[in-house]
């Protein structure tokens, strides 16, 4: 069993949707949560960063956080065709250096 | 935003020559600096970790002697493929973690994709 599960896809979802992409994870060390954005052929890029059980917001983008489930969820609003690209959730225990990644979810949003 | 740039960005060689590839933070220092490479449509694998001034760690399965890793200051490490072969064909991501920013936040280059034919 992988550390963090996150499913392929792909997802493919009409302009305007709200996308939900999930990620589970079996380590209770995992302390901080970060979600990744990473278009065709390019490095990925941080969306979101969180260490904390809940919801943070940043604009269309809504990253939740259950630890007593060790499920973590990123909601993309009004979602766009520049949102098309491979999510990927990553995790990292307190006081470490390396990521755990899932293996990212590719999304295609259609005009 | 921290800026992390790679060169180059794109690399064609032949079997059994070496190929060498930079990763620069360029508005901060960095400490550590991780390798990763990644094939088509799979997750990034971790090759190493960097830290300044001293040797690299590599993860289980990675040819210490094949990927050459040197950290020789706070705003550069580079990644020498030596004698590569097609199978080392892949792309290439390296990320720096900023010192004393109190974050353990790591910025992306934006990958060196490697061919060897």
């Known amino acids: 069993q992988k550390e963090v599960e996150q499913d392929p896809g792909p997802l493919s979802v009409p302009e305007g949707a709200i996308v939900s992409l999930n990620c589970t994870y079996s380590?209770?060390?995992?302390?901080?949560f970060m979600w990744y954005r990473q278009y065709s052929r390019k490095g990925p890029e941080l969306l979101m960063y969180?260490?904390?059980?809940g919801n943070k917001e940043d604009g269309r983008f809504t990253a939740q956080v259950d630890k007593s489930s060790k499920y973590i969820s990123l909601f993309i609003r009004d979602s766009q065709p520049s949102d098309s690209a491979t999510y990927l959730c990553a995790t990292l225990s307190w006081g470490a250096q390396k990521l755990v990644f899932g293996q990212g979810t590719r999304l295609t949003i259609n005009p | 935003g921290a800026v992390v740039s790679q060169h180059p960005s794109w690399v064609i060689c032949k079997s059994g020559t070496s190929v060498k590839i930079e990763c620069r933070s360029l508005?901060?220092?960095?400490?550590?600096m991780f390798w990763y490479r990644q094939f088509p449509k799979q997750s990034l694998m971790l090759m190493a970790t960097?830290?300044?001034?001293?040797?690299?760690?590599?993860e289980q399965g990675v040819e210490k002697d094949k990927f050459l890793i040197n950290h020789a200051s706070l705003t550069l490490s580079t990644l020498t493929v030596t004698s590569a072969h097609p199978e080392d064909s892949s792309f290439y991501i390296c990320s720096a973690s900023a010192e004393g920013s109190g974050s353990n936040e790591q910025f992306f280059g934006p990958g060196t994709r490697l061919t060897v034919l």
């Open positions: 508005d901060f220092q960095a400490t550590t």
């Open positions: 960097s830290n300044e001034g001293s040797k690299a760690t590599y």
């Open positions: 380590n209770s060390a995992f302390q901080y």
């Open positions: 969180t260490y904390s059980s």
